[in-house]
């Protein structure tokens, strides 16, 4: 039972990376030259769309292969293990990266949301970023109560 529930994690975590890298494939490329087309006056404005896009799609993949090799140590019964507890702080990490790159990226989605008239730009923004800070308390809470399990776990094991 417990195998087919983390294989099915790691299918899901598999299909949840496949609409990111199809959106960084085909739809960031339009949206870094929607851009510069409302401001071609602003050489540099494609670049830094683009760039602040995929600079936070690579924290995004490096927190997918952390929550895989999390999966991982929990089908070889290594869940209660530091490796387990770095995983989860490396996808902390990442989820603040995702969250502050697309914070730092906000003054650029306003300038194309003001001049598109349903501002779209500056929701979405918020969005991963709520949803980026969510993750991040998550995984700190997860972290916490992990490394206490492990401190509970080789207290039992020294009295023993």
Not at 8 to 14: C, G, P, Q, T
Not at 22 to 50: H, N, R, T
Not at 74 to 92: G, M, T
């Amino acid at each position: 039972m417990k195998r087919a529930t983390t294989l099915f994690l790691k299918i899901a975590v598999i299909l949840i990376g496949i609409p990111i890298i199809a959106l960084c494939i085909f739809l960031v490329p339009k949206i870094g030259d929607f851009a510069g087309e409302l401001y071609p006056e602003m050489v540099y404005m494609k670049s830094l769309v683009l760039t602040d896009m995929y600079a936070a799609a690579i924290p995004f993949y490096f927190a997918l292969y952390q929550a895989f090799r999390l999966l991982n140590y929990i089908d070889k019964n290594q869940a209660f293990s530091e490796l387990s507890v770095k995983a989860l702080k490396n996808i902390k990490y990442c989820a603040i990266t995702i969250s502050s790159l697309y914070l730092l990226g906000m003054p650029l989605y306003y300038l194309m949301g003001k001049r598109v008239d349903p501002p779209s730009f500056i929701p979405m923004g918020l969005v991963i970023i709520f949803a980026s800070m969510v993750i991040a308390f998550f995984a700190a809470v997860l972290q916490r109560l992990l490394q206490e399990a492990i401190h509970i776990k080789s207290e039992n094991d020294l009295t023993v």
